[in-house]
């Protein structure tokens, strides 16, 4: 046992760099003993939920779904909006409930749990669903899919804060997306063996496979040694949505944060637009999910580990800089569009772009959770994540609706152009946040 413990111990220092793992910035010294094995704990549970959220994306996997059954093709655009939104409105109404636990790790599980019998259920109407009531009944899981995801993530962010130190959070992240992009590209490459053969049942294969990784991301949660934390925190809904909204006025810091995470929605809302002038030029068949799968899945083994590292370093710089390439991709992924030429009318131009934009997302994502968690205080976190993704989904179902209507009205290569200018916005907003890592 004493031996695994140093190997542990030994190939966490490697992982992340740290020459001495018994050192720590702003956990409990007990924490900071048992921060090795708690980071395997949390990168076997993140390497489950990537996976499963890889494998049941909205931008990707969920359409070719509702194509494959038959729905409507207005359903389509229901999906961002809704995976988004759904997982992010009702964190703040979590958020005083969770003050109340001595150990969040549970929220955590129930909602892995609940996550995974969603993606059963999916696959399950990727066999037998057909036409607009089995679109309605993809729509209707994935509510109930988003709403879970809200559960899992407030409390994900609260048990990571009380279990892993400061500059350790990022590279834990970025390691699990690495990991987790590798299994997606061998999953995208098997796709593209099917070709034009029909899709219902590997669609099934992959969801059900999403279900597993949710079974794994809740059993590791379980396994997390979380220490009992105070619960006087804990308040009625509305007095934690009062409060968040006091503390919204008080930080300036954070407010200005969340302008920026509100501009770098861009990147997210950009990617399906992608994927469908890819579709609409190149290859709608399930081989050509498969590109674009094995692209994603190759842009997440690549970035991950680079983001997590400049996270720890500079969270901040790394939301500047991730609006940047978000910049470039979409502005790059418009001209590409309007350009004349056969070159132009092939899914690989827009898989190129569409796998640059995911880097360039993935940035977003390390960047504004490393920054957040950072940023609150260890009583305050819950709130400030909860208060954050709240906002987030009111604004993503809010400005998806207008994209949706401005895609409808321009095209997609026009609102392209458009998103490119709100991600050059958030990359100046990024600029001048302050350093929180110190």
């Known amino acids: 046992m004493a031996d695994a413990g140093i190997s542990q111990t030994h190939l966490y220092e490697r992982l992340t760099g740290d020459e001495d793992s018994r050192l720590c910035r702003d956990i409990s010294d007990s924490a900071c003993r048992e921060q090795p094995g708690n980071f395997f704990r949390h990168l076997c549970a993140a390497l489950g939920n990537k996976l499963a959220d890889e494998l049941s994306s909205a931008r990707l996997i969920l359409p070719w779904l509702l194509g494959a059954i038959g729905a409507p093709i207005w359903m389509v655009g229901l999906l961002v909006p809704i995976r988004e939104a759904g997982a992010l409105l009702p964190q703040v109404l979590v958020a005083g409930i969770a003050r109340k636990l001595p150990q969040r790790k549970w929220i955590w599980v129930i909602g892995g749990l609940l996550q995974a019998f969603c993606a059963a259920l999916l696959a399950a109407l990727a066999l037998f669903g057909r036409g607009s009531v089995g679109g309605a009944l993809v729509l209707l899981v994935l509510v109930a899919l988003s709403l879970a995801r809200g559960l899992s993530s407030i409390a994900t962010k609260d048990v990571m804060g009380k279990t892993i130190a400061k500059q350790r959070r990022g590279t834990l992240m970025g390691w699990s997306g690495s990991v987790a992009g590798a299994m997606t590209l061998a999953a995208g490459g098997v796709l593209m063996l099917f070709d034009d053969r029909p899709g219902e049942l590997a669609l099934a294969v992959l969801l059900a496979i999403a279900a597993l990784g949710w079974v794994i991301n809740a059993g590791c949660a379980a396994l997390i040694r979380e220490e009992p934390g105070a619960t006087e925190g804990g308040d009625s809904v509305w007095a934690s949505l009062r409060e968040g909204i006091a503390k919204l006025r008080q930080d300036r810091t954070f407010l200005h944060f969340n302008l920026t995470r509100a501009l770098l929605l861009s990147s997210a809302l950009a990617l399906p637009y992608i994927a469908l002038l890819g579709q609409r030029q190149g290859d709608s068949e399930l081989g050509g999910l498969g590109v674009l799968i094995v692209v994603s899945g190759l842009a997440g083994m690549l970035a991950s580990p680079l983001w997590g590292k400049r996270a ?127």
Request: charged share 15%.
């Open 312 to 438: 720890d370093a500079s969270s901040r710089k790394v939301l500047r800089d991730a609006g940047l390439a978000a910049t470039a991709c979409c502005m790059a992924a418009a001209l590409v569009a309007w350009a004349p030429g056969e070159w132009s009318h092939s899914v690989y131009p827009f898989a190129a772009l569409y796998g640059l934009l995911m880097i360039a997302h993935t940035g977003v994502r390390l960047g504004r959770k490393t920054y957040v968690v950072d940023l609150a205080s260890a009583e305050d976190r819950a709130l400030y994540v909860a208060l954050s993704n709240t906002l987030t989904g009111v604004l993503m179902l809010i400005v998806g609706g207008l994209i949706g209507a401005l895609a409808q009205w321009l095209g997609s290569a026009a609102l392209l152009a458009i998103l490119a200018g709100c991600a050059l916005a958030a990359a100046a907003c990024a600029q001048r946040l302050p350093d929180v890592e110190n």
